[in-house]
């Protein structure tokens, strides 16, 4: 589904990235996991077009996307919930779902996608016409999430949706995230510092540091790897 | 009928029925009532950027100069030639105004395109310097460009502007900015304030919604202007500096970003203060800018915010 090929990626002239590969296959999640700096960000947002790559290729479903400005990625069926929950907090949450289907016109599709993200998160219909940013941590990755889902997404990726949430709601998410993927078929990139959790529920994982894949397999195995599990698993 | 629509047609109302007593109104009643008026027009078209868009722009003034020579040129260099030597009738001076206000308008639009395409990558600071940079090259060209007066200004400027008018058009700018920011399309404009990066993430072209904030925005500055023009009958580039500028932003803040009605209050009280402290003569500037402080250490958010969230710039 998506194929990114020896992507360099820099901020000035500090590279970030430093030809990185991967491909992920339709229907499934995986995750990419490494610790701070390592690269992860910088991934999302350059798939997601808000950065630009230096070289390298990034493709989904067949087309070479790499140029594409943002808003033309995401009506390709490409979404990106973006690190730190950023809804927008002077909108109401009805206004947030609203604006995730911004580039639908088919009201019958934004009427059932809407359905959808209350079957997944019911408690944004009982806040609808609260502000988003009166919002607690969960419920903002909740409707982060649910925005992304408005938009009838083929492809999401997800920049740490555990970060700095009440632990009881961590498993929540991860559980809804899990079933958003099988019940809709959605493909999931997780990008998680909460490597264990990552490794849980996903299928295939890459292990990104300093801005290069130093390790790839089954989720499964990586979470036996001795070196991996001395690294990020603590011990 | 929508709520905005109705006040729109309360105020056309409005401004007809005043129009047709204006003759027995007190003049100095109607002129501080037109400087309202026209000071309602420019806080609100800058609140759609300042505001609801979070740029910090810093040129209005240069936006409202470019429409009042505009506006101006159109009813000194051409009026004559269509109207002939009588002046012509009260419909034809009408239909002249409104074409040189529209031009004055989409003059002021025309310059908001040309300056918001290259700068609006800029943010914040950046961006406020980039545009009072603008504003003070529009006011150099026009203190050095002879036909339209040079540094003496322009005069001669038929005095068309007339409380019907500016109630009209202060009527027409409210409308139109309420109803974008409340339409689906405008919601754009409040999402890229809140968050740029999410924006780009939803599918939204934030440039060009900050693009299409700066153009219409320019655009209302333009007519204010045109009826500044023909208000004063006489235009100086003076008259447009930076300190105007100053002025507008500080009645946005002041209402409280992204709030229209509170931009409306705030510039109401900001041009009707220095007329009411007129009898304390000397100190009233000081007395003037001692109540702008008091009043943003006071209320940050604005004056007029009542809506919850922090006060923002």
């Known amino acids: 589904?998506?194929?990114?090929?020896?992507?360099?990626?820099?901020?000035?002239?500090?590279?970030?990235?430093?030809?990185?590969?991967?491909?992920?296959?339709?229907?499934?999640?995986?995750?990419?996991?490494?610790?701070?700096?390592?690269?992860?960000?910088?991934?999302?947002?350059?798939?997601?077009?808000?950065?630009?790559?230096k070289t390298g290729k990034v493709e989904f479903l067949g087309e070479d996307i790499t140029a594409l400005p943002a808003h033309q990625i995401v009506a390709r069926g490409l979404s990106h919930v973006p690190e730190g929950r950023m809804v927008f907090s002077n909108l109401t949450v009805d206004e947030n779902l609203s604006m995730g289907a911004?580039?639908?016109?088919?009201?019958?599709?934004?009427?059932?996608?809407?359905?959808?993200?209350?079957?997944?998160?019911?408690?944004?219909?009982?806040?609808?016409?609260?502000?988003?940013?009166?919002?607690?941590?969960?419920?903002?990755?909740?409707?982060?999430?649910?925005?992304?889902?408005?938009?009838?997404?083929?492809?999401?990726?997800?920049d740490e949706p555990s970060l700095g949430i009440a632990p009881r709601l961590i498993s929540t998410i991860f559980e809804k995230i899990v079933e958003i993927n099988q019940s809709h078929g959605i493909t999931i990139l997780l990008v998680e510092q909460n490597a264990n959790l990552a490794l849980e529920v996903s299928q295939q994982a890459y292990v990104l540091e300093t801005g290069s894949i130093v390790m790839v397999g089954e989720s499964k195995k990586l979470r036996a790897d001795p070196q991996l599990k001395a690294t990020y698993l603590g011990g | 009928m929508p709520r905005p629509h109705l006040y729109l047609f309360a105020t056309l109302a409005c401004a007809f029925g005043l129009s047709h007593f204006s003759d027995r109104m007190d003049p100095y009643f109607l002129d501080v009532l037109t400087g309202i008026g026209i000071n309602v027009i420019l806080a609100v078209s800058l609140n759609l950027v300042n505001g609801y868009t979070g740029q910090f722009s810093l040129g209005h003034a240069g936006f409202m100069s470019v429409g009042a020579y505009?506006?101006?040129?159109?009813?000194?260099?051409?009026?004559?030639?269509?109207?002939?030597?009588s002046g012509g009738s009260a419909l034809q001076q009408g239909t002249l105004f409104l074409a040189a206000l529209i031009t004055g308008g989409c003059a002021a639009a025309l310059a908001g395109l040309g300056v918001g395409v290259p700068s609006l990558r800029l943010k914040g600071d950046y961006l406020a310097l980039v545009t009072l940079g603008f504003g003070e090259i529009i006011r150099v060209i026009f203190q050095n460009f002879e036909p339209l007066g040079g540094a003496l200004g322009l005069n001669g400027i038929p005095a068309y502007t007339t409380i019907f008018w500016v109630l009209a058009l202060v009527g027409l700018t409210v409308f139109v900015v309420t109803c974008l920011v409340n339409s689906t399309y405008g919601r754009g404009f409040l999402a890229t304030h809140d968050d740029e990066i999410a924006s780009e993430a939803v599918g939204l072209n934030t440039t060009r919604y900050k693009i299409v904030a700066f153009v219409i925005g320019a655009f209302f500055a333009g007519t204010a202007g045109g009826?500044?023009?023909h208000f004063k009958m006489t235009i100086t580039p003076t008259g447009f500096d930076f300190t105007k500028s100053i002025e507008i932003v500080v009645m946005v803040i002041l209402g409280g970003m992204g709030n229209t009605l509170g931009v409306i209050l705030a510039a109401i009280l900001l041009t009707l203060l220095?007329?009411?402290?007129?009898?304390?003569?000397?100190?009233?500037?000081?007395?003037?800018?001692?109540m702008l402080i008091v009043l943003m250490l006071a209320r940050p958010q604005g004056l007029f915010n009542f809506k919850f969230g922090k006060a923002k710039l």
């Open chain 1, 102 to 158: 911004y580039l639908l016109s088919d009201k019958a599709l934004i009427a059932k996608n809407r359905e959808y993200v209350f079957s997944v998160f019911p408690r944004m219909k009982e806040r609808l016409k609260q502000t988003a940013g009166t919002l607690s941590g969960g419920e903002q990755q909740m409707l982060a999430i649910g925005r992304a889902l408005m938009g009838n997404p083929k492809f999401l990726m997800l």
């Open chain 2, 70 to 85: 505009m506006a101006a040129a159109v009813s000194v260099f051409l009026g004559p030639r269509l109207l002939g030597e």
């Open chain 1, 1 to 53: 589904m998506l194929t990114v090929t020896d992507l360099h990626v820099s901020y000035g002239s500090i590279s970030a990235l430093r030809g990185i590969s991967f491909s992920i296959p339709a229907g499934a999640i995986v995750t990419l996991i490494g610790g701070n700096g390592a690269g992860k960000t910088t991934t999302l947002r350059t798939i997601s077009g808000l950065l630009r790559a």
């Open chain 2, 227 to 229: 009826l500044y023009g």
């Open chain 2, 274 to 290: 220095p007329e009411l402290l007129r009898p304390i003569a000397e100190y009233r500037m000081i007395i003037y800018s001692l």
